[in-house]
């Protein structure tokens, strides 16, 4: 069995992956700073190692197959300097995400705004079409137990693409790792409290993103953000760039419905960008296998059902 050791577990992204991996056959133990009691029952429960709180560089040991990153943890913490001092084999997290799913068809959602929801669209979507997927998110979406999923049989797996770094060891932004096939850029937004110093540098961020699209794949962008739609004319020629904008509503006494080819489907508008992000979701879920008209189905049931 392989063992890893999680530090940081303290960061959501990192609890669930710590159960996923577990779940998954591995030997995890775990440590952080400022631990619940809660938490460490539920992990103990769930057949983690967890020491309790603190960090406990002695209980470090060489027969470790590597070590996972929280994307808080500093150089100077005390079981970095350890794994380092033994040689294991230290990983960030999306170093760890990747390296998991380098056989499934990668869905990355990346830009400043809208991720959450249209990654709550693709999962209503696959789930309604019973098709397996794993996925790793930095959101909390309603319709999933947790974070992160990893199984040996799905062949998809849907990641949350964050802009920020990566970890003490790793400047490089978390979204760069992830290599996607099917890449979707929402819109972008640079403020002065992300880990950019300049709107230019964010932008050169989601550049280099879309650079990593794996051959063949295909950008789905939002046409509308001026930014994404010059990186999109950019990529390489082997990349299918696909623009989406705002989807087609009717309105029919007093009721609002999609207007598609395959007829009008009722639907519930919960705010100003959901039209748009729904045909971002739709178009993925497109190269995914989901025909339209089984997606706008399932977004219809899904969208009526947040009025109950």
């Given at each position: ?273 959901f039209l748009t992000n729904l045909n971002a979701a739709r178009l ?25």
């Amino acid at each position: 069995m392989r063992k890893v050791h999680l530090i940081s577990v303290t960061e959501p992204l990192v609890l669930d992956l710590a159960l996923a991996i577990h779940e998954k056959g591995y030997e995890v133990s775990v440590s952080g700073d400022g631990i619940t009691e809660e938490v460490v029952a539920k992990l103990r429960a769930a057949g983690c190692t967890c020491h309790g709180n603190g960090w406990f560089p002695e209980r470090l040991i060489k027969d470790s197959n590597f070590v996972v990153l929280g994307a808080t943890v500093k150089q100077d913490n005390p079981e970095l300097m350890k794994a380092k001092e033994l040689g294991l084999l230290i990983l960030s997290i999306p170093e760890f995400i990747f390296q998991r799913t380098k056989e499934k068809t990668r869905v990355v959602v990346a830009g400043s705004r809208g991720k959450k929801s249209i990654i709550s669209m693709i999962v209503c979507a696959l789930q309604r079409q019973k098709l397996v997927f794993d996925y790793a998110l930095t959101s909390e979406v309603p319709l999933l137990p947790n974070r992160v999923r990893m199984s040996y049989e799905a062949r998809i797996a849907l990641i949350e693409g964050d802009e920020h770094v990566t970890s003490a060891l790793e400047k490089r932004f978390q979204l760069e790792f992830y290599r996607p096939h099917i890449a979707i850029l929402t819109n972008l937004s640079w403020t002065p409290d992300t880990d950019h110093p300049t709107a230019d540098a964010y932008y050169d961020t989601f550049r280099n993103f879309t650079t990593l699209i794996e051959r063949e794949g295909k950008l789905i962008y939002f046409e509308g953000d001026r930014v994404v739609k010059q990186l999109a004319e950019d990529v390489r020629e082997d990349i299918t760039a696909i623009p989406y904008a705002e989807h087609a509503v009717i309105e029919k006494d007093g009721a609002t419905f999609l207007q598609t080819r395959y007829g009008d489907f009722p639907i519930r508008i919960p705010d100003s960008y959901f039209l748009t992000n729904l045909n971002a979701a739709r178009l993925a879920c497109r190269q995914l296998g989901v025909k339209d008209a089984d997606f706008y189905r399932a977004l219809s049931e899904y969208s009526v059902s947040l009025s109950l």
